[in-house]
């Protein structure tokens, strides 16, 4: 098995996700490695129809040296594209100095999943907040599924046009999941949840008996969402709620 990805990380509590960086190592599963910025155009690409985009990123770097499938698997799997990303020289080039691109190729996903805060039945979904690349993956994907805080009604969305960045002939499904960003943050609903990422990076992940316990108990041992939840308990979530005006808690202590 295998994924092409960019950064796999959560911030100051873990600079790479800890289970996945030791499955890579071990070579449980094949890696290929963009930068965030190229991932973000392979997007961009699916989603505006073309082959490829180009790019200055990664030149010079391991990015462009390292591939996580050789040709002969890349042959074998339709879904792959037949190269990792090409070198070109600039065609437009009109200075006389050596002027090389990185083509990345486009990605269309068959399925894509993505959190927001808010939509209505029809699937038009608001992002508010940071949206980095979530428009981009929505509108490459063949298929969408969007989980949302909050189904509202059509005129609510009408209210802040500019915010509706996802519409309903984009949208395959719109699941309400409230705190279904737990335990990470919807700008405007709640914040991260400091002590829970704390003790999932710093303690259990690095841990195999820790983390086989965590399994078991979080993830095979609750039926659905709501039962993860109640696990966590409802006096714990409450203090992770945002501040309507700053979309965040200011007052979290994230030590």
């Known amino acids: ?24 190592e071990r070579g449980e599963i094949k890696v290929e490695d963009y930068s965030n910025y190229q991932m973000t155009l392979r997007f961009m690409a699916g989603a505006m129809g073309v082959p490829f985009l180009p790019t200055y990123s990664s030149l010079g770097t391991d990015i462009v040296k390292k591939w996580g499938y ?18 070109l020289d600039n065609p437009f080039n009109v200075t006389g100095r050596v002027d090389q691109l990185v083509l990345v190729p486009a990605l269309r996903p068959d399925i894509t999943i993505i959190h927001a805060p808010r939509a209505d039945i029809w699937g038009n979904v608001q992002l508010m907040g940071l949206q980095f690349a979530d428009t981009e993956q929505a509108k490459a994907s063949k298929n969408l599924i969007v989980t949302c805080e909050e189904i509202v009604e059509t005129e609510e969305l009408r209210k802040d046009p500019y915010r509706n960045q996802i519409l309903n002939f984009q949208v395959s499904a719109v699941v309400e999941i409230p705190w279904g960003a737990y335990p990470c943050a919807v700008y405007g609903y709640y914040d991260y949840d400091p002590w829970f990422l ?19 108990k979080y993830v095979y041992g609750t039926k659905d969402r709501q039962e993860f939840l109640d696990l966590i308990g409802m006096d714990r979530l409450k203090t992770l709620l945002a501040d309507k005006e700053a979309g965040y808690n200011p007052g979290l202590n994230r030590r």
């Open 70 to 87: 050789n040709e002969e698997e890349r042959r074998q799997n339709p879904r792959l594209a037949p190269k990792k990303l090409l070198i």
């Open 198 to 216: 704390r003790d999932l990076y710093q303690k259990v992940a690095k841990n195999e008996s820790e983390w086989r316990n965590y399994l078991d």
């Open 1 to 24: 098995e295998g994924i092409e990805i960019a950064y796999g990380g959560n911030g100051r509590f873990a600079s790479t996700c800890i289970r996945f960086r030791r499955a890579a």
